[in-house]
């Protein structure tokens, strides 16, 4: 049996997993086995093949029940097989590219190995150029960015740390890009303009006084791009990409409702104006590391957990200090150090807000998520 370890833990591509790899055929067999052995990942086989092959291997009854099984388990799937079978096995199991696994597909020559599914954010192309390159075959792609040589903007906002506030304003501008057409670019910061210099061209920069009037000759009618992690009047067929730099620090009371969490730090970022997208971390004290609103709140918002120990928030100084917090559990701040802390910055965008059981704070940064990386308390 192949190790637990290699379930989704592998090194993939995209550095997000390794797949599991089936065949179902003595001829499908051999190169199976290559590409197992080459991606670290595990192999699915019918018994009457896994009894063929010294490589570990894991038996399944039939492709359509593992791929049931094993869907979300595993950020990708190669298999062996006809592209048609394999369409018709995983049909039921789509729900969206936002969370769909890769899905690649070979022959059992390796000739030709087809991105079937989630090309661009599962890594599913990248995936098909991988497997191409160990059984010396070729990668067959379809998405139009790819054809067209332009840049798929899921896949720089994803390695660039930015979150995309509406996955419906998409299509529009990968189409667009795919026609050869040009969408002009707001982002005053810089966050995405170095990824997009190979293609300038394609991305006229807008300034702040184009950008936000009704129509402007850079910023004609269509599709356009924007990278804030301010809610402001957006064009109407802009795609919004947030980037992540916002820590939000999070003092409660003990047992609160994570409804009552959520509802509060919906209604800041709505006061404020800013997008939710752009939490990068949730930081909060070593006290509270185990609340479960708290462990919800950020998983929700997708972003890592900052946990700082009392000697540590006992050496920030906040624009709010509490007695009460002092005299409860020690420290004058919880939510303005924590939040200060996780973006290592002594400012604060959003001073201590209050609610009936919760505290919170903002802090920004100046360096997306992907720089960040999570922090736990050090020893």
Known sequence: MAESRSRGDGGSPDGRGAPAVYALTDPGLKIAM?????LKADLFLPSRLSLKTP????????????????FKKYRGHVVVAAAGLVVREIAPLLESKRSDPAVVVLGQDGAFVVSLLSG??????????????ITGGRAVVSTATDIAGVP???VLARDRGLGILDFKKLP??????????????????GFLAEALEPWEEL??????????????PRRPRGPSLYVDYRLRSFPKEALVLAPKVLALGVGCHRGIEFSALWSFVGEVFSREKLALE???????AEIRQEEPAILELARELGGALAIFKKSELAEIKPPNPS???LRRIGVPSVCEAAAMLAARTDRLLVPKQKSASATLALAKTNSTSSAWGPRAPRA
């Open 34 to 38: 290559k590409i197992a052995s080459a």
């Open 55 to 70: 490589s570990p291997s894991l038996t399944m009854e039939s492709l359509g029940k593992a791929l049931r099984e094993n």
């Open 120 to 133: 661009h954010l599962g890594g599913g192309n990248d995936l098909a150029r991988r497997v191409a390159e």
């Open 152 to 154: 798929a903007l899921e």
């Open 172 to 189: 529009a501008v990968s189409r667009t890009l795919a026609e050869g057409g040009r969408v002009p670019l707001y982002d005053p910061e």
């Open 203 to 216: 991305f006229p920069r807008l300034r702040d006084d184009e950008a936000f009037a009704e129509e402007t």
């Open 278 to 284: 752009a939490v990068a971390l949730v930081a909060t």
């Open 323 to 325: 007695e009460t917090v």
